[in-house]
């Protein structure tokens, strides 16, 4: 009944790895996001893809790489692991643009040793 | 490009009692207004929003007000719940983006 679901939950590595994290959904909808929520909560897009396009970049490292194989999957592949990339990794996705309720996934609590 | 100021960061009440997170942002074509409850460990999920052809919205024991010309919106929660004890942010969203922008959350604590 989840619908929107992230693995892994908990990813520790090491700097300079290249590491993966899956998202799917199952509502139907044709809008999904990956959001970065830093130790102090601060909540921030990185981006957003509608019907398998990018729309939105919001100048993210390129060593984060985004990949939409259909409306229901949003991955985020990342190479060379620094430090600073630790955090939680929300996917989200809604019925259109953002200006819809956006329903959350669980994170996927990222450490970088 | 849009930002969004939220106040205060930390907020304590007594249970019972009502709490207001207010937030303020900067681009007046800003129209829709969504605020996220966000519990610990969990994924934020949307307890509310407004459009900004509405001043005031309710739903039981949430209302949210919008003072346009001020640009600011407020979160009001009346007779607070241990369960209402969350990180709350509030978001603003521009027709020409297709995104919305956050503030930096409130943690709300309930006092038993």
């Known amino acids: 009944d989840t619908a929107v679901s992230q693995t892994p939950k908990y990813l520790v590595t090491q700097m300079g790895n290249d590491k993966s994290i899956k998202c799917e959904q199952n509502?139907?909808?044709?809008?999904m996001y990956w959001y970065k929520q830093d130790s102090k909560k601060f909540l921030k897009i990185m981006f957003s893809y509608n019907n398998k396009e990018l729309i939105i970049n919001e100048t993210v490292p390129n060593r984060f790489s985004p990949k939409s194989p259909d409306k229901a999957h949003l991955n985020l592949h990342i190479n060379s692991l620094e430090l600073g990339d630790s955090a939680v990794y929300f996917c989200?996705?809604?019925?259109?643009?953002?200006?819809?309720?956006?329903?959350f996934g669980p994170g996927t609590r990222l450490t970088v040793l | 490009g849009e930002n969004v100021e939220q106040h205060p960061s930390t907020l304590s009440v007594q249970e019972g009692d009502s709490a207001v997170i207010k937030c303020t942002y900067s681009d007046s074509a800003s129209n829709y207004f969504p605020w996220y409850k966000q519990e610990l460990g969990k994924g934020p999920q949307l307890i509310i929003d407004?459009?900004?052809?509405?001043g005031e919205k309710k739903d039981q024991r949430i209302a949210v007000t919008l003072n346009k010309t001020a640009k600011h919106f407020s979160l009001h929660i009346t007779e607070t719940q241990p369960e209402d004890s969350a990180v709350y942010f509030c978001a603003a969203s521009i027709n020409r983006d297709d995104k919305i922008i956050f503030g930096k959350g409130t943690r709300l604590h309930i006092l038993p």
């Open positions: 509502l139907g909808h044709d809008t």
């Open positions: 407004i459009r900004s052809n509405v």
């Open positions: 989200a996705s809604s019925q259109g643009v953002a200006r819809h309720e956006q329903f």
